[in-house]
């Protein structure tokens, strides 16, 4: 019974766990005004699609084969994520949407994760149309989370001039880009991890208000988000000159999308060496460190919970049933083993932000880890015998501690406490248990109960069997 408890509790927590993705994709899987050109067959879609963009997107241009059909992978993947539709009366075809797609591919080209997680729509109005969030007449909104809203008049002049520095939809999709990681819930992890370091660099830099002004960002910003948006426009619109500009912040900002737009000899792809011999105000690490400070909830979280719930079912029918340990030593080990593993983690914590204090890194230390850690220790414990030897000891009372149903009629019990004449095993109750017995204590009268113990490796007691001996042995092995 406790078994399918157990099992159902698990499925709970893996169903509310994954319900934001399932109903996501539900959502989005097949959008509606995209289903066109996402159910194409691969092939067809190379033959519709590689011309157009071949004449309208000069980033895709300059990719070989295996490099464009990368790219088309990850456009339809946004395509099928996105549901792109006009306001205003504005018709919107999949000419339109390719090229919008196109561009969030192109800013994540070299990221694992492509797209906008938590971004379901887009609207396009024909020109600059009023926000109510904006309380004006704007081009472009991109909010927090779920929907941008874009001017095609402007998005296209930044399509049809791609080298000039202005480019609604780039900036439009960074500022989105880095939404996703604010609200904590989806989002690539490298991006992530790298994105305040680079703008600590960028702002630490002494040349900051000389690059501002060439990416057209206001000395007194607030919104670092908008810095980032900016600055990939020039990024990808005028990447040589960037490079020979502001070789530093160039650098880390091929680093921190993982791609290098001057090399587009080789797909875009961001090498270390191309920077070596680079004067750079900080070089470039050998790699990013993860950091998960903006997850709002990360999967081992979840671990901590399922694991103190199942903890009890853990203790007593596994740690404490077949070897000689109490709850007091249960939990003196856990805790231990905590502590040993808080100090092991901390640093690495430090630099990840998985846990934002020691206390919590303590607690999934001792709580979620270190009940599997032991049991993981006691199989090796089990398995690994450096001693086995045999006791017999009297019994002096026996406790029907649960009764089967179906055994009633026989007077047989499910599982009998004993209790010995020589106070073997006093401090531990659930070793002193064994299943099926009968249930009265007169079928124990001058009964003793023999055991085969075993010292594992690491000095804990197993009990490998144990059955009745109803009367006094010739001899008692210790």
């Known amino acids: 019974m406790e078994a399918i408890i157990i099992f159902i509790l698990l499925l709970l927590v893996i169903f509310l766990s994954s319900w934001r993705n399932i109903k996501y994709g539900v959502l989005t899987n097949f959008a509606l005004s995209n289903k066109t050109i996402v159910l194409l067959p691969t092939d067809v879609f190379k033959e519709v699609w590689y011309p157009f963009l071949n004449m309208y997107f000069p980033y895709f241009q300059q990719l070989d084969e295996a490099g464009k059909d990368k790219f088309s992978s990850k456009l339809i993947k946004n395509l099928r994520s996105l549901e792109i539709f006009g306001r205003d009366d504005f018709e919107v075809n999949d000419e339109m949407r390719v090229l919008l797609c196109a561009t969030l591919t192109q800013l994540t080209f070299g990221l694992k994760r492509q797209g906008l997680d938590g971004y379901k729509v887009i609207h396009v109005y024909p020109s600059s149309f009023y926000s109510k969030y904006e309380k004006g007449y704007v081009d472009a909104v991109t909010f927090n989370k779920n929907l941008i809203s874009i001017s095609w008049q402007r998005f296209e002049k930044g399509i049809l001039n791609q080298t000039d520095g202005i480019n609604l939809g780039l900036a439009e999709m960074g500022l989105a880009l880095v939404h996703t990681i604010k609200n904590g819930e989806s989002f690539d992890l490298h991006f992530a991890s790298y994105y305040d370091k680079w703008v600590q660099i960028v702002e630490e830099s002494e040349d900051i208000v000389s690059f501002l002004d060439y990416i057209g960002v206001s000395a007194e910003y607030t919104n670092k988000a908008e810095l980032f948006a900016q600055a990939v426009v020039y990024f990808f619109e005028k990447p040589h000159e960037f490079k020979s500009k502001y070789a530093t912040q160039y650098a880390h900002l091929c680093l921190l999308l993982n791609q290098n737009p001057v090399a587009d000899e080789k797909n875009y792809s961001y090498e270390r060496d191309a920077f070596k011999h680079k004067s750079l105000t900080y070089e470039l690490p050998s790699k990013v460190s993860t950091s998960y400070q903006y997850h709002t909830w990360h999967w081992i979280y979840s671990f901590s919970i399922i694991t103190p719930m199942a903890l009890p079912f853990l203790a007593s029918y596994y740690f404490m049933a077949d070897h000689v340990i109490n709850v007091t030593e249960l939990v003196f080990i856990m805790m231990a083993i905590g502590l040993l593993l808080t100090g092991i983690l901390y640093q690495y914590n430090f630099k990840s932000k998985l846990f934002n204090n020691s206390f919590k890194l303590g607690g999934f230390c001792t709580l979620a880890v270190s009940p599997w850690l032991l049991a993981i220790g006691l199989m090796i414990n089990d398995r690994i015998i450096l001693t086995t030897y ?26 009998v406490e004993f209790l010995f004449a020589d106070q073997f095993l006093e401090d531990y109750p659930y070793a002193r248990r064994a299943n099926n017995m009968p249930g009265e204590m007169g079928a124990f009268k001058d009964a003793y109960i023999s055991f085969e113990l075993c010292k594992g490796i690491f000095g804990i007691t197993y009990i490998r069997d144990k059955k009745i001996i109803q009367s006094k042995p010739n001899q008692i092995n210790s």
């Open 390 to 415: 045999n006791e017999s000891h009297p019994i002096l009372n026996a406790t029907v501690i649960f009764e089967g149903e179906t055994r009633r009629s026989s007077g047989y019990a499910s599982e």
